[in-house]
């Protein structure tokens, strides 16, 4: 059996309630048996539970978070005794979300009663997709009629949309759907989007990477786009053509283990798979590891720009460049960078640059 969790987000009059219609016809068709965690936040302001009758913001967001947690777990459950293949569980909107209505001391407080912590709240779920605004590019098209719960006026949508935004930056795996097209082609463009995470046809991968100069740290972690990460990773031994490795993620004592298997099909395309371990698999296949290759460890910033999301790899063995990777949905995508990142060259097809090879050194 395999489950795999998703977070459908957005700003407000986003288009998430026909995305759900989409994604479950496409994935329906294509052998899925598709789940439907509803909104928390719809639910509770519908019943009278709402920041406004509660005794407090951090009051109203521990009541909504407790509730979209076991929400998750009951539809784990329950996927779990289906006995099909292939789950998609799809939740409307994700946990994280909630810190883009909260200071970063509610959210803080919101954590301490909860016992939890951000980087097991926000990368517990394997793939965030989030649809911006009709308040950021479709203004015409924006409406609270459609939603009891929905307040905002077009300015506080979009800037509501740049919080959501930052809230889930920092996942491995997070796309930004714009309002640059039609809506049906926006529409198109998620299922496109969820189709090459879960790997079809094919789990192919589509990256460019870049070299640049040394970035200013101190005003990467100023930004409220950005988020920091630190990263382990350790090869095994592998047949030729097939490169596998291991990989701790998180920051400040969190982690989540994942294992990816890569298998080169041409220049920019790769076959990707991925799966979640628990500590204690990602422990035993450390102890196959490639006697030839060095863990490398780096320091990844996550940044949100323009609707497109960039990860910039610092090592500690460099002082004065660094490594920038996005993942595209099609070779010719074009690419905007942050005018602060200053391009050295592109080194997608230069060996010297990968990971691999910079652990061998």
């Avoid at 790997?199 to 460019?208: C, D, K, L, T, V």
């Avoid at 450390?286 to 996550?302: G, Q, V, W």
């Avoid at 323009?306 to 996005?326: G, L, M, R, S």
Wanted: aromatic share 10%; charged share 30%.
């Amino acid at each position: 059996m395999e489950i795999t969790r998703i977070v459908i987000t957005g700003g407000p009059c986003a288009g998430k309630t026909t995305a759900m219609s989409w994604i479950h016809r496409n994935f329906t068709k294509m052998g899925y048996t598709v789940l439907f965690v509803p909104e928390t936040a719809t639910e509770l302001i519908s019943g009278g539970v709402a920041p406004w009758t509660c005794g407090s913001v951090k009051e109203y967001q521990v009541c909504q978070m407790m509730l979209q947690l076991e929400k998750e777990r009951i539809f784990t459950r329950g996927a779990e005794s289906m006995g099909k293949d292939r789950i998609l569980l799809v939740c409307d909107r994700g946990t994280l979300d909630n810190k883009a209505y909260m200071t970063d001391s509610e959210f803080e407080q919101v954590l301490a009663e909860l016992g939890e912590n951000e980087v097991d709240l926000r990368d517990h779920y394997d793939a965030v997709f989030h649809l911006v605004t009709a308040a950021k590019g479709a203004e015409e098209y924006y409406t609270t009629a459609n939603n009891y719960a929905r307040t905002e006026t077009v300015e506080q949508a979009a800037a509501l949309d740049d919080r959501l935004i930052s809230a889930w930056t920092g996942h491995p795996h997070f796309r930004i759907i714009d309002n640059s097209s039609s809506f049906e082609e926006k529409m198109k463009h998620l299922i496109a989007e969820i189709s090459s995470f879960l790997g079809e046809p094919e789990p192919m991968e589509i990256e460019r990477k870049y070299l640049i100069e040394y970035p200013d740290i101190e005003a990467l972690e100023k930004m409220p786009n950005c988020q920091r990460v630190d990263i382990i990773q350790t090869y095994l031994k592998t047949e030729d053509g097939v490169e596998s490795r291991v990989r701790q993620r998180g920051s400040d004592g969190s982690y989540i283990y994942i294992q990816t298997t890569k298998y080169r099909v041409s220049g920019l395309k790769r076959v990707e798979v991925e799966r979640r371990l628990t500590k204690d698999e990602y422990l035993r296949l450390l102890m196959d590891a490639d006697p030839d290759c060095r863990p490398i460890r780096k320091t990844r910033y996550c940044l949100s720009y323009e609707n497109q999301y960039f990860e910039i790899d610092v090592y500690p063995f460099w002082d004065d460049k660094a490594i920038v990777e996005i993942e595209l949905s099609s070779e010719d995508t074009p690419i905007v960078f942050p005018c602060d990142l200053k391009i050295i060259r592109d080194v997608t097809d230069d060996d010297s640059y990968k990971n691999s090879s910079l652990a061998r050194r």
